[in-house]
């Protein structure tokens, strides 16, 4: 069917005539007639009877301008959902995320986001930087945010979010608590880490390769930051983990940091995308939001 003569029955119909109907719309009478009678022709049924010096409609022209107002209504609806989801105001988002990002940064923005965006969809998945690449790259994630300084694996894009940092930590009552030693003095501690792929457990290996020390021997894995530092509270090795996270338990005592002299280990938290590849609406909106809470231009 020609749905642009149907569009024009449809006109005609809501405006009482041919004559109003080419005047709302700006085309001719002779041009409107010629789409009704070519329509006519398209559907075999004569959609028009004459009345007195007009027209009026025949059944079967009732019948379809019934159908031809929910046809444009629904047209209508499409052209709105799809401004809604042009402007990144519906769909889904999906945002993988590491330990300390998806814990100290993302709550509050995601709820923020979706004061702004509440018919968007969201979900996050915390992994480790491995994973949260991984699912950037195989398109099950939209975005990821990363914390800790990681080389860029390739077809992925990266932009600074905040700058963190990775303290070393003791148990509250060690005698290096609140102290300044040398990174091999502290590596006779047994240490806490994270599981292998993270980027603190990366780093902290990094580190003691970059200065000529041997590996740290490692005492006790955990799946998470906050399981990391608890088990350092309780009197358990020591740990490198953020500045960020582990600030209020220094504060109460739970832990205390070392200082390394020389040493300083920067936590970047970054924001990657897939290189090349264009942005879901609701991502691009999401990073315009984090690069506002972030402090950055938008």
Same mark, same amino acid.
């Given at each position: 069917m020609n749905v642009h003569a149907f569009r024009l029955f449809h006109e005609v119909v809501i405006n009482g005539g041919v004559m109003k109907a080419s005047q709302h719309l700006h085309i001719s009478q002779p041009a409107v007639t010629a789409q009704l009678r070519n329509l006519e022709k398209e559907l075999g049924l004569e959609l028009f009877r004459p009345k007195g010096r007009g027209l009026a409609l025949t059944e079967a022209g009732e019948r379809l301008a019934g159908m031809g107002g929910r046809f444009f209504a629904l047209e209508r609806e499409i052209e709105r959902e799809a401004a809604r989801i $042009? +402007? !990144?105001?519906?769909?889904?988002? $999906?945002? #993988?995320? =590491?330990?300390?990002?998806a814990n100290m940064l993302l709550p509050s923005w995601i709820a923020s986001f979706a004061g702004i965006y509440p018919d968007v +969809?969201? !979900?996050? #998945? =915390?992994? *480790?930087?491995?994973?949260?690449f991984r699912r950037l790259l195989h398109h099950e994630a939209d975005l990821a945010v990363v914390g800790g300084g990681r080389e860029l694996p390739p077809g992925l894009a990266h932009e600074?979010?905040?700058? +963190?940092?990775?303290?070393?930590v003791v148990p509250g009552a060690h005698p290096l608590a609140g102290s300044e030693t040398t990174l091999a003095a502290l590596l006779v501690e047994p240490f806490v880490v994270r599981e292998e792929g993270s980027s603190g457990r990366e780093l902290l290996l990094a580190?003691?390769?970059?200065? !000529?020390?041997?590996?740290?021997r490692i005492g006790l894995q955990c799946s998470g930051t906050a399981e990391t530092v608890r088990a350092v509270a309780a009197g358990y090795g020591a740990a490198?983990?953020? #500045?960020?996270?582990? /600030?209020? *338990?220094i504060?109460?005592?739970?832990? !205390? /940091?070392? /200082?390394i002299a020389g040493v300083r280990v920067g936590n970047p938290i970054g924001l990657y995308t /897939?290189?090349? +590849? #264009?942005?879901t609406p609701c991502a691009k909106q999401f990073v315009r939001f984090a690069r506002s809470a972030s402090g950055l231009p938008e």
């Open positions: $042009r +402007d !990144g105001q519906l769909g889904r988002l $999906r945002i #993988a995320a =590491t330990y300390l990002p +969809d969201i !979900g996050l #998945a =915390t992994v *480790n930087s491995r994973e949260a600074p979010l905040m700058e +963190d940092e990775l303290w070393f580190l003691c390769r970059l200065h !000529g020390q041997p590996l740290p490198l983990v953020s #500045a960020l996270e582990v /600030r209020e *338990n504060a109460r005592g739970e832990v !205390g /940091r070392v /200082r /897939r290189e090349g +590849d #264009a942005l």
